[in-house]
């Protein structure tokens, strides 16, 4: 399909290392100079974890952000929007990070423990591009070998049965690729080659009725 006719790309950085939040700005601001929309599961604000440190980039680079941020089930759900962004709280605790994965085009993974491990395995299953970038080498091996490990058993924390059951998921271990010795523009060049002319990210379609509201608002948040 033609690129002018596809919503712009909706990029995802995940990571949890604070040592990496100054990585996740300087991508942020990248992104938004494409005029791609970072994804992550921060809200902004606080520039000194990775999630917020993508959002601060991507206002400074003047460009758009959507932060799915984490609610346990008996929080209220919602969508407001903020600054140049869109919050996104679907009150689904941990699940989030499925979901960070099933509305993310591509993704781009920085140093990070299990939280990032779910999120990059929720990719995997999902087929949705990954660049590891910013990871020592014995630390991505590690990564690699667990992300395999899980999506070959398809036993991600994040998920549960009923969400597995209405998402057309293949198990794969091919879609990590390792760009930690590039520079960030090149990273990012890449990332918009993963998705030319395609878009697969989309709101998650599961829940139902009762997420319509946010739904909108995500869809006017997207624009035409």
């Known amino acids: 399909m033609n690129e002018s006719r ?5 990029i995802a950085i995940f990571g949890g290392d604070e040592d990496a939040a100054e990585a996740a700005f300087e991508l942020g601001k990248l992104i938004a100079a494409k005029e791609g929309i970072v994804l992550t599961g921060g809200t902004g604000g606080n520039c000194k974890t990775v999630k917020d440190a993508a959002i ?3 206002e400074a680079g003047g460009g758009r952000w959507i932060g799915v941020n984490r609610k346990e089930p008996d929080n209220k759900r919602d969508a407001r929007f903020e600054g140049t962004g869109l919050v996104l709280e679907f009150a689904v605790g941990n699940r989030r ?3 960070e994965a099933y509305m993310c085009d591509v993704a781009i993974a920085l140093p990070g423990g299990a939280g990032t491990d779910s999120e990059v395995a929720s990719c ?13 080498g014995s ?5 690699q070998k667990r992300i395999r490990r899980a999506s070959g058993e398809a036993e991600i924390p994040a998920l549960d049965q009923q969400i597995l059951q209405v998402t057309p998921v293949t198990p794969s271990s091919n879609g990590i ?21 395609q878009r697969p990210g989309a709101f998650p379609p599961f829940f139902g009725a ?4 946010m739904q909108r608002k995500y869809e006017e948040f997207l624009g035409p």
Not at 177 to 188: A, E, I, L, N
């Open 56 to 58: 601060c980039g991507a």
């Open 139 to 143: 630390a991505m091996h590690g990564m």
């Open 210 to 213: 009762d997420y319509h509201e």
């Open 97 to 99: 990070n499925f979901l």
């Open 177 to 197: 690729t390792d760009v930690r010795h590039k520079m960030p523009g090149q990273v990012v060049g890449e990332l918009l080659e993963d998705v030319k002319g």
């Open 6 to 10: 596809l919503r712009p790309p909706i």
């Open 124 to 136: 995997v299953l999902l087929k949705r591009p990954v660049h590891a970038y910013g990871w020592a």
